[in-house]
């Protein structure tokens, strides 16, 4: 092997090495940056000026980019007519940066008491602009509207 044919295969292999490396990175740089919604549900909280009892949504973006929260709703099973109940509060919608503070929406437990029988089947969903729903976990405590 001569010079010439030397200093191409190391220029060769080096291009791939990198040109993979490069890839990878950009891979993982992506998956990163992308908006990425937290949903919380809290039953039972407590209203102090007036002692009611009510749920708690809150919505944190715990990605790295700007999320626009198009829709809150608790999600019930499917045996029942409606699939969703939307909160009126989330309806206009919300912009959520990077590190901004968590959005909260009230669950008012006026009419749950039909769905006592799957509350534990119940959990919060919020929808961003592009679609995508994000789920709260089901919740483990039973709330004082399924007595």
């Known amino acids: 092997m001569n010079t010439p044919q030397v200093v191409s295969l190391v220029t060769g292999i080096l291009g791939a090495v990198l040109g993979s490396a490069a890839l990878t990175v950009s891979i993982l740089t992506y998956l990163r940056d992308r908006p990425r919604l937290k949903v919380t549900l809290q039953w039972d909280m407590e209203e102090v000026n007036t002692g009611r009892k009510m749920g708690l ?9 700007p999320a626009h929260v198009g829709a809150v709703a608790l ?5 029942y007519k409606h699939s969703h109940l939307i909160l009126n509060e989330s309806i206009q919608g919300k ?24 509350w ?10 592009t679609g995508k729903a994000y789920y709260s976990d089901f919740p483990k405590k039973k709330p004082s509207w399924a007595d």
């Open 120 to 129: 534990d089947k119940i959990r919060a969903m919020a929808e961003d602009s």
């Open 95 to 118: 912009r959520l940066n990077e590190g901004d503070r968590p959005e909260g929406f009230m669950v008012n437990y006026d009419r749950l008491a039909q769905y006592k029988s799957d």
């Open 75 to 79: 999600v019930l099973p499917k045996k």
């Open 57 to 65: 949504v809150r919505v944190t973006n715990a990605g790295r980019r």
